[in-house]
């Protein structure tokens, strides 16, 4: 049985994370932040379901103000949850949002250094310490308002969204995704700021679960042991996007690792608590799970017998159960039964097999069905994220395969649809952009048009 991994405390309001604390559940508000009764009723959903930090999208200084009001509404409704300003592209935001909120959530993807174009760039050794002189000059005013205000900050390292400097000297890897993070991590200890989150996410889950596991030998390499927040991001919706979580998020909780999570849906937030809260309730099982499915492996395949009292439930346990193997190629096939006696037997086996299929796609093993790469929604997102998704599925889930991206917004749009064979992303009110891998082939097509010009540009590239 794995023990979990021993880490600092980050306190974040009312509530501490790491250490010998509760693994913290979250979610994320998908309103726009100027809107505070649509803040203050989704926060209260997300907090009456069991969510016990809500972070909110800042993407300029007028919603960072406006999380004060929001803050005193949910306060003096008798909410005390701590809330998260979510910050992307402008520093200064940061810096306003600090003022307000229990902790500030930066990307040092895109805080300092401009958003990613995919150019590769050139550098002597001498010009990349000044590049780094750059953040320290903007982040240690950050942090003396954090310390001021009590704040405290997560370092959010997204896949999709590292710089072109660390692509250029690191390309895309998991050593250029933690040196993302390590070059801040490094400035807050020498600024000796210790209420500090780490998270590193991916929408491939073999990529998040390597990366994750290379920060954590690094951190140690360098005596740090900050908490981690852990994430599958763009995991999509149902069945799908909560198989993906459970590999990736599962595989990691199973080694001890994580203090705060966040199941990333395509859905309303409210529906990703107690999906969590049911990957945290099992972890006990699912490590001991683990290790007799490794030690019973044959022929290059887990045989998992289970029960649990719900379908999803039985989901959520076969993939955080396994995700780690597979992940590991300790096997590349599954199969799946219901324990003697539950009344799961008296399921279709074709959706045990439907269900091996997902994890084994999951774990990027076997791709049986089209793979959709979506995010969860927040208030960048430029349309209705839900009924497109549900539209793109339905014309195009015969495409076994092929990999789309359904993104509300740039932030991590093109970066994140790297592994996608084509993109569909908020450009603008209204406007859509649709890419080709990481080309974007047609820009601000109006909404109206935009699934019909996807599905062309698809079709138009399945002609012989």
Not at 76 to 81: L, R
Not at 259 to 268: G, K, M, W, Y
Not at 345 to 364: K, V
Request: charged share 25%; glycine share 8%.
């Amino acid at each position: 049985m794995s023990t979990r991994r021993i880490s600092s405390v980050a306190h974040v309001g009312n509530i501490a994370i790491g250490g010998d604390n509760p693994i913290r559940i979250q979610s994320m508000a998908t309103v726009d932040t100027n809107d505070t009764e649509g803040c203050v009723a989704q926060a209260k959903r997300i907090i009456d379901a069991g969510g016990e930090l809500v972070r909110f999208t800042t993407q300029g200084v007028r919603e960072a103000e406006n999380m004060k009001n929001i803050s005193a509404r949910l306060k003096a409704d008798g909410y005390t949850t701590p809330l998260v300003a979510d910050v992307h592209f402008t520093a200064h935001t940061a810096d306003v949002a600090a003022q307000y909120c229990e902790k500030v959530r930066i990307n040092p993807g895109n805080y300092v250094d401009p958003g990613r174009t995919f150019k590769h760039l050139e550098y002597t050794d001498e010009e990349y310490a000044e590049e780094l002189k750059k953040i320290e000059r903007t982040l240690v005013p950050f942090i003396n308002i954090c310390r001021e205000h009590h704040t405290a900050v997560r370092i959010g390292v997204n896949h999709g969204s590292l710089s072109d400097r660390i692509m250029s000297r690191y390309g895309d890897t998991p050593e250029g995704i933690v040196e993302s993070c390590m070059e801040f991590l490094r400035i807050f200890r020498r600024e000796q700021f210790g209420d500090v989150v780490i998270s590193i996410k991916a929408s491939n889950t073999v990529v998040m679960v390597t990366t994750v596991r290379l920060l954590v030998k690094t951190m140690e390499q360098e005596d740090m042991h900050y908490p981690l927040h852990l994430g599958v991001t763009e995991a999509g919706e149902g069945e799908d996007g909560r198989i993906k979580s459970a590999v990736g998020i599962g595989a990691l909780l199973t080694e001890g690792i994580g203090d705060t999570i966040r199941v990333s849906l395509s859905e309303e937030p409210e529906c990703e608590i107690p999906v969590a809260r049911k990957l945290v309730d099992m972890i006990e099982e699912c490590t001991r799970l683990r290790a007799e499915a490794e030690a019973s492996i044959q022929a290059d395949t887990i045989a998992l017998t289970l029960d649990a009292p719900d379908w999803e439930t039985l989901q959520l346990k076969a993939a955080m159960s396994v995700g780690a193997l597979l992940i590991d190629r300790k096997a590349t096939k599954l199969q799946i039964r219901p324990k003697s006696g539950s009344k799961l037997l008296t399921i279709n086996y074709s959706l045990f097999t439907s269900l091996e299929d997902a994890i084994l796609q999951a774990a990027r093993i076997k791709f049986t069905k089209t793979e959709y790469i979506s995010c969860p929604g927040c208030g960048r997102t430029l349309y209705n994220l839900q009924e497109t998704i549900a539209r793109i599925k339905a014309a195009t889930s015969h495409l076994v395969g092929l990999k789309i991206g359904i993104m509300g917004c740039i932030v991590n749009g093109p970066g994140e649809m790297a592994d996608a064979d084509y993109g569909y992303v908020g450009a603008g009110r209204g406007k859509i952009s649709l890419y080709r891998q990481k080309e974007c082939v047609e820009k601000n097509i109006p909404e109206a048009e935009a699934v019909d010009r996807l599905l062309a540009l698809i079709e138009q590239d399945r002609q012989p």
